[in-house]
């Protein structure tokens, strides 16, 4: 049996990932591929614990290195436990952020040393790379309105909280990655709406790996 494919979603807040992520694991079921739609931090029991801890503010007193070790811990057991089987079995995984997120929160606007971060990332996914990685691009302002539209009534987490200048440092530190992985990484204008989204998403899909529908 061939290994599934692993495909990761990035962005700021209020991108769209999680939206994207189900509507493409439907075309993937539709196409006859087992996928399992994952995120992260989360995904595991333990995983799912530090990020509660790591959402609620209650490390950011130690600074961005503690967090990058919460981070890269809950991604050790998410692998572990769901990620690497998923993908043995020959399942596809699609992985709502992964180690582009530590790269860039707590890399670029964390401003954590670039090295240290490539050590921990490679300890942490223990070579487990993404096969495609969609950026998903937006003003953050529009992606702050959309994640505060969608739950008004509870309060920031500790990334929505912080300023408008963190958030574009953010954009920019994605699409900086995706410009140095051009093979693993793609862009996609996430202003559109969800279902022209999705259909931009499917496409770059079949077009980088090989989907059934596709082949
Ligand atoms: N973090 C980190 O610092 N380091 C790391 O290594 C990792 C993570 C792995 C996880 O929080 C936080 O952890 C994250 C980075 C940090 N920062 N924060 N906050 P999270 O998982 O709670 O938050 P998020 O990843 O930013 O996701 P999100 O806010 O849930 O947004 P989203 O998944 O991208 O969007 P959505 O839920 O699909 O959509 C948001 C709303 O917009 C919703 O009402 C939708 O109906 C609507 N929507 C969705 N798509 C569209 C389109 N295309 N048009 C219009 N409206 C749309």
Redo the contacts with the bound molecule.
Sequence with gaps: MSRGRFIT?E????????????ALALRLAQAGVRAEVT????GSPMAEAI?EA??SGAIREHGPFA??LM??A??IDHIDRLIAPALARGDWVIC???????????GV??ELEPDLLRSLERVATAGLAPDLTLI?DLDPRK?LA??A???PDQG?????AETLGFHRKLRQGFLAIAAAEPERCAVLD?????????EAAWLTLAERLTVPEAA
């Design positions: 979603l962005g700021g807040e209020g991108v769209g990932k999680s939206t994207l992520a189900k995120r992260e931090p989360g990020r790591v959402l967090e990058a981070f890269s809950a991604r709502d952020r992964f180690a582009d997120s530590t790269r860039v929160y707590q606007a964390g998903l992606g959309r994640a539209r969608r739950s920031k987490d500790r990334f929505e996430a202003s559109r709406n969800p279902a022209a989204l999705a």
